[in-house]
T-cell receptor, first 111, second 115 residues
Framework: GQQLNQSPQSMFIQEGEDVSMNCTSS?????WLWYKQDPGEGPVLLIA?????ELTSNGRLTAQFGITRKDSFLNISASIPSDVGIYFC???????????FGEGTQLTVNP | EAQVTQNPRYLITVTGKKLTVTCSQN?????MSWYRQDPGLGLRQIYY???????DKGDVPEGYKVSRKEKRNFPLILESPSPNQTSLYFC??????????????FGPGTRLTVT
């Protein structure tokens, strides 16, 4: 099946710093989604990407769909304490309704 | 408010005692899905449903059943729960966008412990 590698597994940063995380796939995806999960809650959709090369922003968050269609990254600028949580990438392959999830990046922001 | 709801949110049960976790969405979404989340393994799909009366296995279907008799509901059934089914379970739903694209929205989760 499809494999998704998400890195880094965890990050510890100071408030105000920028953050970058990425996902790579062993096969082509035609949709990339980025989610955030707070403790005790379900993942919340942050950004959806549908075209290779697409760059999309949602406030301080920016995500890109890689040109090869096998990778995506998420940037968070000027981090704040409420950015703390687990960030997941998810990809959907061509002609498939199923999502494959990365293992998540645990983000800790120190005030 | 558009949402996916799950019940119960927490459940402790014993091996072999049948249980059902309900999932309901009010967004008229065709697609619904169940996932389990385990440390180090991420989110793994159990079953999914493309529409009413259409269900299919995900990556880890063993020990689970589902049904989709109505568009809004997608219950997860554990006929004979075992301790290895102790996990955090999420229901998700999605509108089918063009070109078979989906944006899945998740419920709040059900933490199940099987002793």
């Amino acid at each position: 099946g499809q494999q998704l590698n998400q890195s880094p597994q965890s990050m510890f940063i100071q408030e105000g710093e920028d953050v970058s995380m990425n996902c790579t796939s062993s096969s082509i995806f035609n949709t990339w989604l980025w989610y955030k999960q707070d403790p005790g809650e379900g993942p919340v959709l942050l950004i959806a990407l549908y075209k290779a090369g697409e760059l999309t922003s949602n406030g301080r968050l920016t995500a890109q769909f890689g040109i090869t269609r096998k990778d995506s990254f998420l940037n968070i600028s000027a981090s704040i304490p409420s950015d703390v949580g687990i960030y997941f990438c998810a990809g959907q392959g061509p002609l498939s309704s199923r999502l494959t999830f990365g293992e998540g990046t645990q983000l800790t922001v120190n005030p | 408010e558009a949402q996916v709801t799950q019940n119960p949110r927490y459940l402790i049960t014993v091996t072999g005692k049948k249980l059902t976790v309900t999932c309901s969405q009010n967004m008229n979404h065709e697609y619904m899905s169940w996932y389990r989340q385990d440390p180090g393994l991420g989110l793994r799909q159990i079953y999914y449903s493309m529409n009413v009366e259409v269900t299919d296995k995900g990556d880890v279907p063993e020990g689970y059943k589902v049904s989709r008799k109505e568009k809004r509901n997608f219950p997860l059934i554990l006929e004979s729960p075992s301790p290895n089914q102790t996990s955090l379970y999420f229901c998700a739903s999605s509108l089918r966008l063009r070109d078979l694209r989906y944006e899945q929205y998740f419920g709040p989760g059900t933490r199940l412990t099987v002793t």
